[in-house]
Structures are given as structure tokens and as C-alpha cells.
């Protein structure tokens, strides 16, 4: 009987284990030490609300439009956060875009898909148009 309680002492255990390598490495992924310096650098680049809005109906791959409603750009989707109750500030729009998606949606994040300038223009669009 101990050596039944063992076993499954020992499989609890690397369960959790497991468990935990997985949170902490996605973790990890998310916050690679190179994303604070992109995040600075879009946040000092002259933006284009009118070029994000191209970006955020056309350009992206999904677009933004098909997940998060923004009026601004006749975006309508239930799909996830909807921009206009949020409002965003240009900062978290940045983080979100450059960190591969914002938890606990587990949204695509677009970090090799956008150039800093059209993470910038999403942003200034976004922070800019949403309510």
C-alpha cells in the first residue's frame, strides 16, 4: 500500500512540476529582454492614425478587425476586448502588439508580423479614435 502512495505522490509531483515549467516558459517567451527596448523605440516614432487604420482593417494577417470592435474604423466583433470600452492608452496598444498577444485571451500577437512603424500607427490609431 506505501509503495502505491509513493508512486502517486511522485506522479502529483511531476505533474505540477510539468505545469509549472510550462506557465514559467511561457512566461519567459513573453518578456524576452529585447521587447523593452522595441517598445521604447515605437513609442518615440512619429505615428499615422490613418496608415494603423489600414493596418488594423487590411494589413494585418489576421486583421485586428476581426477579433476587436473599433468604431473608428467600422470594426465590429465580439470575438475579444472591445477597443471602444476600453480605451487603451497608446502604451499598452504598443506592449500588446510587441509581446505576442495579451493574456488571458490568448491573443495572436503580431511581433514578427508588424513593423515598429505599424505597431506605432495601430497604437496611435487605437489610443487616439477608441470610445
Given at each position: 500500500?506505501?509503495h502505491?502512495?509513493t508512486q502517486?505522490l511522485a506522479y502529483?509531483?511531476?505533474?505540477v512540476?510539468?505545469?509549472?515549467?510550462v506557465?514559467?516558459?511561457?512566461?519567459?517567451?513573453?518578456t524576452d529582454p529585447g521587447t523593452?527596448?522595441?517598445?521604447?523605440?515605437v513609442?518615440?516614432?512619429?505615428a499615422?492614425?490613418g496608415?494603423?487604420a489600414?493596418?488594423y482593417?487590411?494589413?494585418?494577417?489576421?486583421?485586428?478587425?476581426s477579433c476587436?470592435?473599433l468604431?473608428?474604423?467600422?470594426?465590429d466583433?465580439?470575438?475579444?476586448?472591445d477597443?471602444?470600452?476600453?480605451?487603451?492608452?497608446?502604451?499598452?496598444?504598443?506592449?500588446?502588439?510587441?509581446t505576442?498577444?495579451?493574456?488571458?485571451h490568448?491573443?495572436q500577437?503580431?511581433r514578427?508580423l508588424?513593423?515598429?512603424?505599424?505597431?506605432?500607427?495601430?497604437?496611435?490609431l487605437?489610443?487616439g479614435?477608441?470610445?
Amino acid at each position: 500500500m506505501r509503495h502505491l502512495y509513493t508512486q502517486r505522490l511522485a506522479y502529483a509531483v511531476t505533474a505540477v512540476c510539468l505545469t509549472a515549467a510550462v506557465v514559467f516558459g511561457a512566461i519567459a517567451s513573453r518578456t524576452d529582454p529585447g521587447t523593452g527596448d522595441r517598445i521604447s523605440q515605437v513609442l518615440e516614432l512619429e505615428a499615422d492614425p490613418g496608415a494603423g487604420a489600414e493596418v488594423y482593417t487590411d494589413l494585418a494577417e489576421p486583421s485586428c478587425a476581426s477579433c476587436h470592435s473599433l468604431a473608428a474604423v467600422d470594426a465590429d466583433s465580439d470575438r475579444a476586448t472591445d477597443l471602444d470600452e476600453l480605451q487603451p492608452d497608446e502604451r499598452r496598444v504598443v506592449v500588446s502588439l510587441v509581446t505576442d498577444g495579451v493574456e488571458p485571451h490568448a491573443a495572436q500577437g503580431y511581433r514578427s508580423l508588424l513593423s515598429d512603424q505599424q505597431v506605432a500607427d495601430v497604437a496611435a490609431l487605437v489610443a487616439g479614435r477608441a470610445g
